[in-house]
């Protein structure tokens, strides 16, 4: 039997009346309603806390809440309060209960994560049948989609076999056609989903639940045994529940004992209708004056920078706990990523939670690189990366002459690598470290396809060294990392169970897949598991429930992320399959949405809160606050704060001490004088404060001022000399009892590590490998958009010139590209059939097939082709060249390129035309584009033509945009391309990953800035 435990009274003292009666409720069911922040969570801990106290055990008393990793907050916060031993604290969430229960009643399966049935049903997509669904540019987004539609029907209880038949029983067309069709190719698919998982004994969160209600409702025996182990059971955030979740939960309360769910004042009522209702009102914290700043930041790398600037601060200098500070973000994958790059920037230790960041742990990408190129030897960014980490290590000037080994010569990379250990070009230490890689490969492909997956990824790791490394690794985040590399090992186990005959091969395409399907922003929300590795806690704000924390920045406030536009559901589920009423899916729904998000961020705070948004967008672009932090801001009779972007240099603490300290100035200024009539004794004292306030921002001038070399340790004593000739006896003591200076030689030692840091990384040039010309680089339109969407992606692309497989979108793109350049380039435009038989000759030569998705594109291309050829029957317009090269200098750069198109109009100008097949833009967002400016340019100065109008013509949507007038063409883009040019020459391929960059590009496998 357990032991008695001891109860610690914290959760117990002030509590609210109301919050009594939640916890001395005692018969049946209560509602507990209230705002986020109010106490809901903090009533329902005391309530299981004195259920604990008055039953001399926890065993008979369940809290559920929404998340995992909500009740491991909520469990570690009992396991606080109370003292001594117990068998066990049951703080759950629902598809961990089913799983319980299930279990208990025999039955085996293994839980797959949506990640993980993305990857399994892009694996056998071609065993599906997805004719009238649109793979769009992407078919990962489309699978993405068809398993969240999946999702929410299992949370309305709608089961494939109840979709098939209510599918089947629509009419063969009934004049929708289309719509009917695709919904019973979705019912094929919801059951082919479900029988992809049973085959290998999986079972996904909403199928749990599923099964464990079917339990509860079939089985007496199985309800009395949960109704006499739970009499008493608590839920919190009943709100965030599935109306399948609810439903169980309903099924749980115990004849004789008590059901209390907490929810939210602004969401439905889900569970226990009709019971008493006990309302919670007012925040417990904001309510106690908790401090509150306003960040207006310039824009996203200033407000990420701002953050990490004061992290730092507090913990370096006031010793705050860097586990007590937390950065909640809308989402991990945009700014979240921002904010780790930041924070690493200052070597401030930092754990993002979320189950998307197992993926992006350097360790186990080093894995997924190895499990990729012996999967596939042509997988050029995979190699590099397995090169390029240890155990291997080859030097990035090296890596860049077995690139060009492998571009020179045709091979792929691994050849190349065999070909560089006797090329003269390598020196001997590179070709030592080449012959470990190949031997390494070596032995790894030989075991590929016999060796059953988790023997094969253990003995991989060994091999690799990487549980070596970390165990000698000096980081304080071991423990995390060996733990990862369990947890991969577990992957491969699992993968093992479903399927006993799959090779390492099949398991190496899997796993690739789920790294690849990554997580939408709803699994963003629910981080895994609970977070072990120390650091400032970098999360999103759904996943912050049930936590707390000392110092709390909420970021990414603009209004077009909160609440951000509504966007109606695009599959719908059918009114006649909804066993309940539809929920409201229109903008009020979506804002009181976030509205409650919002609450939930801005009540993980103690001690002090940070709001902020990021004012520039697109470049030029402005964004407004979101409404809701402007309301509250307002209501708080606070001004903003700024932050501008910051580039590291010496002054930067200085700078922003200076910042600082003419606010306080400022602000004390009022604040003294207004108090310079009241009859006090102590204004000699606030006089003397102000003074030496007004001292200091003087000697913070001096030290920015000072000559240069100089270091702020040898200033300050000059400085301070000075000053305290000036300052009377009262002044100086206050001067010299200030830590300003502490501060200041504080940050210039920080400064010093960074420097010493980023010089450790220092590698030897790879001037050989720009692209000169001349004085100058060579340079196209493409280049330069590469390096301003990021260095280091340019970098990979044109400095090491990393092999890269074109995509099927790419290949799409290029076969249309040819039709249409043949299709101009006869003697004469050629008749429909002739567009159409070129297609065909193209399409096979470019090797496409006869999958869902090939044909769909195939058929995309027809009907493009087709429009193309009726409006260029239509059109006035001459096209005189097709495919025009040109080069031209631009400053001391050669600028080379070719335009798709060029016509020649009715009234005698010229038209420059480029072929797009991807997403049109709009000509506003098309204002500022490098490529038709530079072709402006080099119509002018390659083939002395005047161009005033540019147009991109998006083939698929047969709509020309059309961009002209003075603004194209103008110094703007001179000035650009001079730009990107001195950052190629002064080799300053610093990453700047964001969502919309990082989540297109061919190199995150390779790339540092892409991993935790
Ligand atoms: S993954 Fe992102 S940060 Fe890394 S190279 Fe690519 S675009 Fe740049």
């Known amino acids: 039997m357990a032991a008695y435990p001891t109860i610690v009274r914290a959760l117990l003292d002030d509590l609210t009346p109301a919050q009594l009666e939640v916890v001395n409720h005692d018969q049946g069911r209560l509602l507990l309603i209230g705002a ?22 926890p065993d ?46 025999g039955i085996r399966f293994v839980v797959v994560s949506a990640a993980e049935r993305r990857a399994l049903l892009s694996d056998r997509i071609d065993e599906l049948t997805l004719r009238t669904h649109d793979f769009g540019a992407n078919p990962a987004l489309l699978i993405e989609r068809l398993v969240r539609r999946i999702d929410r029907l299992e949370q309305e209880l709608v089961t494939a076999e109840r979709y098939a038949a209510w599918a089947d029983a629509l009419p063969a067309d009934g004049g929708q056609g289309d719509r009917f069709a695709r919904e019973r190719e979705f019912a094929q698919l919801y059951q082919d989903h479900d029988r992809l998982l049973a085959e290998g004994g999986a079972i996904d969160a909403g199928g749990l639940v599923l ?14 045994r949960l109704a006499e182990r739970y009499r008493h059971v608590l839920v919190d955030d009943a709100h965030e529940m599935s109306f399948a979740q609810t439903q169980l939960v309903a099924l749980l309360a115990p004849e004789g004992g008590t059901l209390v769910a907490a929810a939210s004042d602004r969401g439905e009522r889900p569970l226990l209708e009709g019971a008493p209702l006990v309302v919670l009102e007012g925040s417990t914290r904001c309510a106690q004056g908790l401090p509150v700043s306003y960040w207006r930041c310039a824009n996203e790398r200033a407000q990420a920078q701002g953050v990490a600037a004061e992290v730092e601060r507090l913990v370096r200098q006031e010793g705050v706990a860097a586990e007590s500070i937390a ?37 186990i990408r080093d894995l997924l690189a190895w499990l990729r190129l012996l999967a596939d030897p042509g997988d050029a960014s995979a190699v590099v990366r397995a090169i390029a980490r240890p155990p291997v290590e080859l030097r990035s000037i090296d890596l860049a002459r077995c690139t060009q080994i492998a571009r020179r010569r045709k091979l792929d990379m691994i050849s190349a690598l065999a070909a560089a250990t006797e090329s003269p070009q390598v020196p001997p230490e590179a070709r030592e470290r080449i012959l470990g890689f190949l031997e390494l490969f070596r032995a790894a492909v030989a075991a590929f396809d016999t060796m059953r997956p988790d023997l094969y990824v253990h003995r991989l790791i060994e091999r690799l060294g990487l ?9 304080a985040d071991v423990v995390e990392r060996l733990l990862d590399l369990a947890r991969f090992g577990e992957l491969a186990a699992s993968f093992t169970r479903r399927d006993p005959q799959a090779s390492a091969r099949e398991f190496a395409r899997y796993v690739a897949a789920l790294a690849e399907a990554g997580l939408s922003e709803e699994e963003e929300q629910q981080p895994v598991g609970e977070l072990r590795r120390g650091g400032v806690r970098v999360l999103s704000m759904a996943s912050a429930r049930g936590l707390e924390f000392d110092h709390v920045y909420v970021i990414g406030l603009q209004a077009d992320r909160m609440p951000g536009p509504w966007r109606p559901e695009l599959d719908p589920i059918p009114r006649e399959l909804l066993s309940r009423k539809p929920l409201p899916d229109d903008r009020d729904a979506h804002i009181a949405c976030q509205r409650r998000l919002l609450d939930v961020a801005t009540s993980r705070a103690r001690q002090r809160l940070v709001l902020t948004y990021a004012e520039e967008g697109a470049p030029g672009t402005r964004r407004p606050p979101s409404s809701f932090l402007e309301e509250a801001r307002v209501a708080a009779g606070a001004e903003w704060e700024t932050r501008a972007e910051e580039l590291f240099g010496p002054a930067e603490a200085l700078h922003a001490a200076f910042r600082s300290l003419r606010e306080e100035l400022l602000a004390d200024v009022g604040r003294v004088g207004g108090r310079l009539s009241e009859l006090r004794l102590d204004t000699d ?7 030496s306030r007004y001292l200091e921002l003087v000697k913070l001038a001096a030290l920015l001022e000072r000559p240069s070399g100089q270091s702020i340790a040898d200033a300050l004593a000059e400085v301070n000399t000075r000053l305290f000739q000036a300052a009377t006896g009262l002044q100086r003591e206050i001067l010299e009892t200030s830590a300003l200076d502490e501060h200041l030689l504080a940050s210039e030692r920080d400064e010093r590590r960074r420097a010493l840091a980023v010089a450790a990384r220092d590698e030897p040039s790879l001037e050989p490998f720009l692209p000169r010309r001349g004085e100058g680089l060579a340079l196209s339109a493409s280049d330069v958009e590469t390096y301003l969407a990021c260095p280091l992606k340019y970098k990979f692309a044109r400095v090491f010139r990393i092999p890269v497989e074109p995509t099927i979108n790419q290949r799409f793109g290029i076969v249309v590209h040819q039709v249409l350049e043949r299709y101009h380039t006869g003697e004469h435009p050629g008749s429909l059939a002739e567009i159409l038989g070129s297609l065909d000759t193209s399409w096979r030569r470019a090797g496409f097939g006869a999958s869902d998705r090939e044909r769909q594109l195939q058929a995309k291309a027809v009907a493009a082709l087709t429009r193309y050829h009726e409006r260029f029957g239509a059109e006035q317009a001459e096209p005189v060249w097709v495919e025009r090269s040109f080069s031209f200098k631009l400053g001391a750069h050669l600028m080379r390129g070719r335009v798709d198109r060029v016509d020649r109009l009715p009234d005698g100008g010229y038209e420059l035309i480029d072929y797009k097949t991807g997403r049109p833009k709009s000509a506003e967002a098309l204002r500022d584009d490098v490529q038709l400016a530079l072709y402006a340019i080099a119509a002018r100065e390659a083939w002395d033509l005047e161009a005033e109008t540019r147009s991109y013509y998006y083939v698929l949507d047969d709509l020309k945009v059309r961009v002209g007038g003075a603004e194209v063409g103008g110094e703007w883009i001179r000035d650009t391309v001079e730009d990107v040019a001195q950052g190629i020459l002064a080799q300053g391929f610093e990453p700047t990953p964001s969502y919309a960059t990082c989540s297109q590009c061919d190199f995150r496998i390779v790339c540092p800035a892409a991993e935790l």
């Open 327 to 363: 950065v909640l973000v809308r989402s991990l994958r945009d700014e979240g990523q921002a904010v780790a790059v930041a924070l690493e920037e200052r070597s401030v230790p930092y754990a993002v939670a979320g189950s998307s960041s197992f993926f992006l742990r350097a360790e």
């Open 467 to 475: 549980r070596r490394q970390q165990l000698f690794a000096a980081q």
């Open 36 to 57: 986020a922040g109010t106490g809901k969570t903090h009533a329902l801990l005391a309530r299981f806390q004195a259920l604990c106290e008055r039953h001399a055990a």
């Open 685 to 691: 004292l606030d006089l003397a404060h102000a003074v």
């Open 60 to 105: 008979g008393a369940l809290l559920l809440t929404a998340s995992r990793a909500a009740a491991d907050a909520l469990r570690g916060r009992l396991e606080e309060a109370i003292e001594g031993s117990y068998e066990a604290l049951t703080v759950l969430a629902p598809e961990d209960l089913c799983a319980a229960l299930l279990r208990e009643q």
């Open 211 to 224: 099964a464990a209600l079917r339990v509860v409702r079939e089985s007496p025996r199985a309800r009395a």
